[in-house]
């Protein structure tokens, strides 16, 4: 991943939130490895960044990569964060990802792991572009709600339909569904109870829940018309129950990714519900929050100059404000951190009535250790 492009990291982040999803409640890990530190450094910090813990295996191709300095440097740094562990993610929106969609859409048209080639990488896993992102029918759609999300810094949990319970969704206030062309009765049956109950559903695509999970023909749109929507082409916005359906036949996922048509998806995820987060940082940061076992709130968020312990002194106010945002309400109050270019992070200031100092590396409020931030990144939290 070293010569990755911004599109191929964020397609990692997607695969890692989805390993998080499909773990459910039991702890999801992620195998990090890199030939150069920097790049090691960066897939250990995404995976941290989407709920994930990294791990690493004793066999002879790494022993002949990273060396035992970044290990020792990287993973004793961990065990100092036990908060990474206990937290939980505490986000407004989830993307549902239908495997039989998948298959029943890509079938066996391409891998569709990352969205480009990488010449440069002699290791990277295809030559073939009709194996990239961009080609593929559901998984452009997919990945490209999850990439216009996170352009638009909305926080979102990938939410496999085995997991679609009505407990799953009811930590939600806005459900993505893209392309899902086959869907169970039992899925179907939970997005309408979802919605009834005064949750949101952005669907894309034509042929919405025409089939089962199965393939057998149900004969037309009927998660649409199981959520009480007449299937149509243009995109459309309607209440449904307590809650409101926005649906359209364009996959504009698939047109946000691929560059043809990006103004409808950002225009409805930049519109989702109030900001969990408002934020200056570059579009290609994918933020996460987070609350601890503890009730604590923290965010995170990847940095690819890597993860470094804090040196010199402590924020000015940072151990007077540590808890400043537990337990608090949605509304203007929330965290706004501040940090300067290419300034370490001795350098963040925090600001707001009731900001708390967090890291941006995962861990809990106040904790010791502290991302280097490259570049200029403003994030506000409101509870």
């Known amino acids: 991943?070293?010569?990755?492009?911004?599109?191929?990291?964020?397609?990692?982040?997607?695969?890692?939130?989805?390993?998080?999803?499909?773990?459910?409640?039991?702890?999801?890990?992620v195998f990090c490895y890199g030939i150069q530190p920097d790049d090691a450094e960066h897939v250990f910090g995404l995976a941290l960044a989407t709920g994930n813990n990294p791990f690493e295996l004793k066999i002879p191709i790494m022993t002949e990569t990273v060396s035992a300095a970044y290990r020792n440097r990287v993973f004793n740094w961990l065990k100092g964060e036990e908060a990474l562990y206990a937290a939980y993610p505490l986000h407004h929106v989830a993307v549902l990802y239908s495997s039989a969609s998948r298959d029943f859409l890509d079938q066996v048209s391409g891998v569709g792991l990352y969205s480009s080639l990488n010449a440069g990488d002699n290791l990277w896993w295809s030559t073939t572009s009709s194996d990239t992102v961009p080609q593929m029918q559901y998984v452009a759609d997919y990945r490209g709600w999850c990439r216009a999300l996170i352009h638009a810094h909305v926080p979102f949990d990938v939410l496999p339909t085995a997991r679609a319970t009505a407990a799953a969704l009811g930590r939600y206030r806005v459900v993505v569904v893209p392309s899902a062309v086959a869907l169970s009765d039992a899925t179907m049956g939970q997005l309408a109870m979802f919605v009834a109950a005064g949750g949101t559903v952005i669907a894309s695509g034509p042929d919405l829940g025409k089939f089962d999970e199965n393939g057998a023909d149900r004969g037309s749109a009927a998660l649409l018309t199981g959520l009480g929507i007449t299937p149509g082409g243009a995109w459309m916005r309607k209440a449904s129950g307590s809650g409101f359906v926005a649906a359209g036949a364009e996959r504009a996922g698939r047109t946000y990714l691929r560059k043809e048509?990006?103004?409808?998806?950002?225009q409805i995820a930049a519109s989702i519900t109030q900001p969990q987060l408002v934020t200056d940082a570059p579009a290609a940061v994918v933020f996460g929050v987070r609350r601890t076992r503890d009730g604590r709130c923290c965010w995170s968020r990847p940095t690819w100059t890597g993860w470094a312990p804090a040196r010199g002194r402590s924020p000015p106010g940072r151990r007077r404000s540590s808890g400043a945002v537990a337990g608090g309400e949605a509304g203007d109050r929330g965290l706004r951190l501040e940090a300067g270019r290419r300034q370490g992070p001795d350098q963040l200031r925090e600001q707001g009535r009731a900001g708390a100092f967090l890291t941006g590396c995962g861990g809990g409020v106040g904790g010791h250790h502290q991302p280097r931030l490259r570049t200029n990144a403003c994030a506000r939290v409101p509870y």
């Not at 911004?6 to 998080?20: I, L, N, S």
């Not at 999803?21 to 890990?29: D, E, L, M, V």
């Not at 048509?261 to 950002?266: E, P, T």
Request: overall charge neutral.
């Open 261 to 266: 048509n990006q103004q409808a998806a950002m």
């Open 1 to 29: 991943m070293r010569s990755a492009t911004a599109d191929d990291w964020m397609d990692m982040a997607v695969m890692m939130k989805y390993g998080a999803g499909i773990s459910g409640h039991r702890p999801s890990w």
